[in-house]
């Protein structure tokens, strides 16, 4: 069956730097466009960071812009977000998910990894 299994999450000062990672497995991972979310206490789920099959288009949030960087290694299955200048607000619950190319909505998503950002 399908996985993707969340990693690197932490405790992490404001202004620190903090890289999570997602591998997938059961899959066709060069078939699926990626993304990260994320989950604060008494919010709603929102994306964070989405990227393309090949890697070629990305998103961001408004929030993140210029502080996250998303990436993707098709060998290894594996997606990445490497969050620097962190901020207290990034606190929450990440979620890895995959999107089929031609799907409209995600198909599967991880369990999730906390992020915790000190002041």
């Known amino acids: 069956q399908v996985q993707l299994v969340e990693s690197g999450g932490g405790l992490v000062q404001a202004g620190g730097s903090l890289r999570l990672s997602c591998v997938a497995s059961g899959l066709t991972f060069s078939g699926y466009n990626m993304g990260w979310f994320r989950q604060a206490p008494g919010k709603e789920r929102a994306p964070v960071a989405t990227?393309?099959?090949?890697?070629?288009?990305?998103y961001y949030a408004d929030s993140v812009k210029g502080r996250f960087t998303i990436s993707r290694d098709n060998a290894k299955n594996t997606v990445y977000l490497q969050m620097d200048s962190v901020k207290p607000d990034d606190t929450a619950v990440y979620y890895c998910?995959?999107?089929?190319?031609?799907?409209?909505?995600?198909?599967?998503w991880g369990q999730g990894t906390q992020v915790t950002v000190s002041s």
């Open positions: 990227i393309g099959w090949s890697g070629a288009y990305e």
């Open positions: 998910a995959a999107r089929a190319i031609q799907a409209s909505q995600y198909n599967y």
